[in-house]
């Protein structure tokens, strides 16, 4: 099989604050919200990849957890397809530090009405837990989901999906944000 690498679509301008809320919310910038074309998905095994980059503050010894989750339907009723889980924040007060996040996502068996996506990925900044004191030399990582790979929810690949990528923090408070920059989405062949 030969295929093709293909940038999908990028975010061109600051996505949407997420901050002082306990509500799932996109990041993703209206214009960056790429609709997937209905039966786009052929073959077991194509792959999407996500590369996003942003900033986070975290508040100090409390701050909670945060979780990421890609949507193929939109944020108020589509299928979580990848889910971070509770990704633990720094204990140590952050403000506007640079946050980097990885996902992979792989069809999982036939496309159809009943389509799924195995999933990994990765979230790298200084609100990760563990993370050295600022100036200290960088950023921790959260590897997900902890255990194996993981399969998410069913979709439908037969109609179109709008994509979107979501945070939601467990904690609310005004220290709490992030907020995406720049954001591409791929598909791998």
């Given at each position: 099989m030969q295929s093709w690498q293909s940038v999908l679509i990028t975010q061109q301008v600051d996505g949407p604050t997420v901050a002082n809320s306990t509500v799932e919310a996109t990041l993703v910038a209206a214009q960056a919200r790429y609709n997937l074309p209905a039966n786009a998905?052929?073959?077991a095994g194509q792959?999407?990849?996500?590369?996003?980059?942003?900033?986070?503050?975290?508040?100090v010894t409390t701050p909670g957890t945060l979780t990421f989750r890609i949507r193929f339907g939109g944020v108020a009723a589509g299928a979580i397809v990848?889910?971070?889980g509770a990704l633990a924040l720094n204990t140590a007060a952050k403000t506007n530090v640079t946050w980097i996040l990885d996902w992979d996502l792989?069809?999982?068996?036939?496309p159809g009405t009943a389509a799924s996506m195995m999933f990994s990925g990765q979230w790298q900044s200084e609100s990760v837990?563990?993370?050295?004191?600022?100036?200290a030399g960088g950023a921790s990582s959260h590897i997900f989901p902890a255990s194996a790979p993981a399969v998410?929810?069913?979709f439908d690949s037969t109609v179109s999906q709008v994509i979107d990528l979501s945070a939601q923090w467990s904690v609310a408070n005004a220290g709490n944000s992030i907020q995406m920059h720049t954001y591409k989405l791929e598909s791998l062949n």
């Open positions: 998905f052929t073959y792959a999407l990849r996500f590369r996003a980059m942003g900033r986070v503050s975290n508040i990848a889910n971070s792989n069809l999982r068996g036939a837990i563990g993370s050295p004191a600022a100036g998410g929810a069913t």
